[in-house]
């Protein structure tokens, strides 16, 4: 298993679901960087389960112990250690799930990698709950990039059918994404809120769940942070983009339409702006070309799939007894994890962007 991301900021997370803590370490913070915890609060708030009809009812108020790395308020250069308690588990919930495979979760994929041996309560270590570690790194790479100007936001674009406004790719600026940070469901248009909520309670009406997309985008981001090939940025943001649970496509800028464009109209026309910049007049390469940031704003969507554990009859198999068999699902879920995911791809972004601007040589742009 790989538990550790990062070279320059590196991130490790720990924990199970039903375990007695989830957790994270993280080596790179320079030494006397303030950690904020009411702002890692406010973030992990946003993600935190129990607070919205979108969402499990499993209530965890994801409170943050900082055990080493911090003294008087400032990162001391040792790595830091964060432990976030689990209070509120019902294991007996999952007692069938040793034996009956969850149609489209980990269950089955898991139980072959680790010979049966992993935590199969509450998902184990492939729960939703392990992205909490992320977004508690996510604030504290927010905090960094803020010094250098740069903010990160994201709103719900789609779930199921019904659309957002997507952001306007070359004007989105500080405010709006500082904005959509403000809400646990963030949109462009709130005029839109109305219908998704809707078709979030029909799903969990009928037993079942439903997806969605995120967009997210930074802003303030200088031109040259990446490299080609394998350090590229669009690789860096996607490996942490795919490593968060239930993520199944990530596409910068226009990626979706590009295919059937030409290329006089997917190329980003340049221009020397107002104040001697250059700058691009549309921005659908999503603010990266050659892996490298042109100093547009960077933007990318996510496709997150309808939640795998849904209250209706499914067909599945029985590993004990080797035949095939009904599964209904019981236990807490998400009837929508795009709400409580939209702190949590911000926070992947972060994290990649601090790594990749730590880790050049050639701009050390953070140290
Ligand atoms: C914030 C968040 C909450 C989630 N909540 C649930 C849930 O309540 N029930 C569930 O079955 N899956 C949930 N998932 C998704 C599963 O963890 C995920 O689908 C599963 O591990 C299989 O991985 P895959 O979908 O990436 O293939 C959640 C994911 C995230 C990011």
């Known amino acids: 298993m790989r538990g550790s991301f990062g070279n320059s900021f590196r991130l490790t997370i720990f924990g199970e679901s039903h375990g007695g803590a989830i957790g994270m370490v993280i080596d790179g913070i320079p030494a006397g960087t303030v950690i904020d915890e009411e702002e890692i609060a406010r973030h992990m708030a946003r993600r935190a389960p129990g607070n919205d009809p979108t969402a499990t009812a499993r209530k965890e108020p994801d409170r943050v112990k900082i055990v080493s790395g911090l003294f008087e308020g400032r990162a001391t250069g040792a790595p830091l250690c964060g432990l976030i308690e689990n209070t509120n588990t019902r294991s007996g919930d999952y007692a069938q799930?040793?034996?009956?495979?969850?149609?489209?979760?980990?269950?089955?994929?898991?139980?072959?990698?680790?010979?049966?041996?992993?935590?199969?309560?509450?998902?184990?270590?492939?729960?939703?709950?392990?992205?909490?570690?992320?977004?508690?790194?996510?604030?504290?790479?927010?905090?960094?990039?803020a010094q250098k100007g740069i903010t990160i936001g994201a709103h719900i674009a789609a779930i199921e059918s019904v659309q957002d406004t997507p952001f306007d790719a070359v004007n989105v600026d500080a405010a709006t994404l500082e904005r959509m940070q403000e809400s646990r469901f963030p949109l462009v248009d709130p005029g839109r809120e109305e219908a998704m909520r809707a078709r979030v309670a029909a799903a969990r009406a009928e037993a079942d769940s439903v997806g969605g997309v995120i967009e997210c985008a930074a802003v303030g981001v200088p031109a040259g942070v990446g490299s080609p090939f394998f350090g590229s940025v669009e690789s860096v943001v996607s490996q942490l983009l795919f490593s968060i649970p239930a993520i199944k496509s990530v596409e910068f800028g226009d990626a979706g339409w590009m295919a059937r464009m030409r290329g006089s109209q997917t190329n980003d026309a340049m221009t020397y702006d107002e104040n001697g910049r250059v700058a691009c007049l549309t921005n659908h390469n999503g603010g990266v070309t050659g892996g490298i940031t042109n100093g547009m704003p960077v933007v990318f969507r996510v496709c997150i799939k309808p939640t795998p554990s849904i209250g209706r009859a499914q067909q599945t198999v029985d590993l004990t007894t080797g035949e095939n068999t009904m599964l209904t699902i019981t236990g807490r879920h998400d009837p929508c994890i795009v709400p409580r995911a939209v702190v949590v791809v911000e926070s992947a972004l972060a994290i990649a962007l601090c790594e990749l601007m730590m880790d050049d040589a050639s701009t050390k742009a953070l140290k």
């Open 97 to 145: 799930l040793r034996a009956r495979m969850r149609p489209g979760h980990a269950d089955y994929a898991g139980s072959v990698k680790y010979a049966g041996y992993n935590d199969p309560r509450g998902g184990g270590h492939f729960s939703g709950r392990i992205t909490a570690p992320l977004v508690f790194a996510g604030s504290i790479a927010r905090a960094l990039l």
